[in-house]
């Protein structure tokens, strides 16, 4: 179901720091995170998404999160913008 989101999504943003960026600009719809991306490089996006009270929405994997962005390599954090 997520993956269909980043699909249909008119505009996404892909990777953790336009992400926060994104988030804290207020342009962010949803936020996908992917299961078996490092914690590390997602936690401060999950914060800040918290902060701003955007919904998180947790997906098993990087790379068919990738695949559904159009990309040929694993996306740990996507953003649906407005």
């Known amino acids: 179901m997520s993956y269909e989101k980043v699909l249909q999504a008119n505009k996404i943003i892909i990777g953790t720091k336009q992400t926060v960026k994104a988030i804290q600009s207020s342009e962010v719809l949803e936020v996908l995170i992917a299961e078996d991306a490092d914690r590390k490089v997602t936690s401060k996006v ?3 998404a918290q902060e701003k009270n955007i919904p998180v929405v947790k997906v098993d994997s990087m790379k068919k999160l990738g695949k ?3 990309i040929e390599v694993g996306a740990s954090t ?3 913008i407005k």
């Open 46 to 48: 999950l914060q800040v």
């Open 68 to 70: 559904a962005c159009g």
């Open 78 to 80: 996507v953003a649906i």
